[in-house]
T-cell receptor, first 109, second 116 residues
Framework: RKEVEQDPGPFNVPEGATVAFNCTYSNSASQSFFWYRQDCRKEPKLLMSVYSSGNEDGRFTAQLNRASQYISLLIRDSKLSDSATYLCVVIGNGNQFYFGTGTSLTVIP | NAGVMQNPRHLVRRRGQEARLRCSPMKGHSHVYWYRQLPEEGLKFMVYLQKENIIDESGMPKERFSAEFPKEGPSILRIQQVVRGDSAAYFC??????????????FGSGTRLTVV
C-alpha cells in the first residue's frame, strides 16, 4: 500500500468555484502534514501546513482527520492562477517526506 | 539569502554516460534531501544526507546511483551509466536541523535529466 494516495483528477472548474481535494495516508503514527503546489515543470512550493484543528489561509482551508487518516484542501473562489498540481505530503519515519502523486487543477475562465 | 541552488537546470546525457547533479543548500542548512520525479508521477524520496554522512538512502536504486555531501561544497547526486529510464526531474531540498517541525522543506528548482 502506498504511503500517500491522492485522486489525480484532473479537476476542471470555472472561476469562482469551490473545489476540494482529499488525500489518505497509511501510517497512523504520522505527525506532520503539508500541502504543496507544483506548477508545470517547476519545483514544489509549500502551500500550507495542516493542523489537527484545521487551518485557513485566505481562500485556502486545510483539514486533518486523524481517525480516518485523511487530509483535505479546500479552495474557495477559485482564480485562474490557482491552476496547478496540488501535492499532499506526509512526514514518515526518519523525517522522510512522502508525496502523493498530485491532483491536477485547471480553473477555466 | 539565496535559496536552494541546483545545477545544471537541464542535463542531456547519452546512454552509458555519467550524470552529476549538484545541490547547494540554503545558507545555514546542513541537511539535504534528494527526490526524483518521473514524468506523470509524484516525487519519490531517494536519499537524506548531512555533511559527510548518509543518513537514509532507502530510496536509492541499488546500482549506478550514489550521493555525497562533503564538508565543503555542494551535495552531488551521481548516476553512472545512465539509461533512458533515468530521465526525470531531480529535486533537492534542504533543512537547518533534523526533522522539519511544521515548516516543511524548501526545494531547489530541479535538474531535468534527459537520456538520449
Amino acid at each position: 500500500r502506498k504511503e500517500v494516495e491522492q485522486d489525480p483528477g484532473p479537476f476542471n472548474v470555472p472561476e469562482g468555484a469551490t473545489v476540494a481535494f482529499n488525500c489518505t495516508y497509511s501510517n497512523s503514527a504520522s505527525q506532520s502534514f503539508f500541502w504543496y503546489r507544483q506548477d508545470c515543470r517547476k519545483e514544489p512550493k509549500l502551500l500550507m501546513s495542516v493542523y489537527s484543528s484545521g487551518n485557513e489561509d485566505g481562500r485556502f482551508t486545510a483539514q486533518l482527520n486523524r481517525a480516518s487518516q485523511y487530509i483535505s484542501l479546500l479552495i474557495r473562489d477559485s482564480k485562474l492562477s490557482d491552476s496547478a498540481t496540488y501535492l499532499c505530503v506526509v512526514i514518515g519515519n526518519g523525517n522522510q517526506f512522502y508525496f502523493g502523486t498530485g491532483t491536477s487543477l485547471t480553473v477555466i475562465p | 539569502n539565496a535559496g536552494v541552488m541546483q545545477n545544471p537546470r537541464h542535463l542531456v546525457r547519452r546512454r552509458g554516460q555519467e550524470a552529476r547533479l549538484r545541490c547547494s543548500p540554503m545558507k545555514g542548512h546542513s541537511h539535504v534531501y534528494w527526490y526524483r520525479q518521473l514524468p506523470e508521477e509524484g516525487l519519490k524520496f531517494m536519499v537524506y544526507l548531512q555533511k559527510e554522512n548518509i543518513i537514509d538512502e532507502s530510496g536509492m536504486p541499488k546500482e549506478r546511483f550514489s550521493a555525497e555531501f562533503p564538508k565543503e561544497g555542494p551535495s552531488i547526486l551521481r548516476i553512472q551509466q545512465v539509461v533512458r529510464g533515468d530521465s526525470a526531474a531531480y529535486f533537492c531540498a534542504s533543512s537547518p536541523v533534523a526533522g522539519t517541525a511544521n515548516y516543511g522543506y524548501t526545494f531547489g528548482s530541479g535538474t531535468r535529466l534527459t537520456v538520449v
